[in-house]
T-cell receptor
Framework: QKEVEQDPGPLSVPEGAIVSLNCTYS??????FMWYRQYSRKGPELLMY????GNKEDGRFTAQVDKSSKYISLFIRDSQPSDSATYLC????????????FGTGTKLQVIP | EAGVTQFPSHSVIEKGQTVTLRCDPI?????LYWYRRVMGKEIKFLLH????????ESGMPNNRFLAERTGGTYSTLKVQPAELEDSGVYFC?????????????FGSGTQLSVL
């Protein structure tokens, strides 16, 4: 069993829709939960991170972590064509040492 | 400010050949990481340098892989001899030490194809 499970998609939504991306994990040691965005032929770029359980909002993006269920989510409001990318969930036990475990990524397409 | 730079962007070699990948981290970033994505799989950790010292190489697949970081600046990852299963995208990332959460900055990767 993988430590992090993520639906690969692809996910196709119309512009303006709310997008929900999710991951589950099995390792209780994970304390930092991250979402990366990766455009084609580019490296992953950190969108946001959350420490332990709770919610975090940054503009149109909201990250949620439920450690009791080992479930994390990323919500994108008012999705834009420029949001079309692969979204990777990622986790680590430490914030200061980034030995990160990634999900396989969900490919998102926002249709104008 | 320049980001993390990786060379080459693509490399196509034959099985049994040697390939060397290079990573130039962001200036001042003591932490340097190598990750790899094999087709269809998730990005996986290979190893971690702090300056010129290897801190954790637990993700290195086998002894055909050799990573170095000269003088704590750029890093190279050599694969010798390359096998078919080594094909994938090799990412380098760097970060500043000392923060509670160290943000990783990734390069665009080197696409390695072993034929």
């Amino acid at each position: 069993q993988k430590e992090v499970e993520q639906d690969p998609g692809p996910l196709s939504v119309p512009e303006g829709a709310i997008v929900s991306l999710n991951c589950t994990y099995s390792n209780s040691a994970f304390q930092y939960f991250m979402w990366y965005r990766q455009y084609s032929r580019k490296g992953p770029e950190l969108l946001m991170y959350t420490y332990s359980s709770g919610n975090k909002e940054d503009g149109r993006f909201t990250a949620q972590v439920d450690k009791s269920s080992k479930y994390i989510s990323l919500f994108i409001r008012d999705s834009q064509p420029s949001d079309s990318a692969t979204y990777l969930c990622a986790m680590s036990a430490s914030g200061g040492y980034q030995k990160v475990t990634f999900g396989t990524g969900t490919k998102l397409q926002v249709i104008p | 400010e320049a980001g993390v730079t990786q060379f080459p962007s693509h490399s196509v070699i034959e099985k049994g050949q040697t390939v060397t990948l290079r990573c130039d981290p962001i200036s001042g970033h003591d932490n340097l990481y190598w990750y790899r994505r094999v087709m269809g799989k998730e990005i996986k950790f290979l190893l971690h340098f702090v300056k010129e010292s290897k801190q954790d190489e637990s993700g290195m697949p086998n002894n055909r892989f050799l990573a170095e970081r000269t003088g704590g600046t750029y890093s190279t990852l050599k694969v010798q001899p390359a096998e078919l299963e080594d094909s994938g995208v090799y990412f380098c990332a760097s970060s500043l030490p000392g923060a509670t959460f160290e943000k990783l900055f990734f390069g665009s990767g080197t696409q390695l194809s072993v034929l």
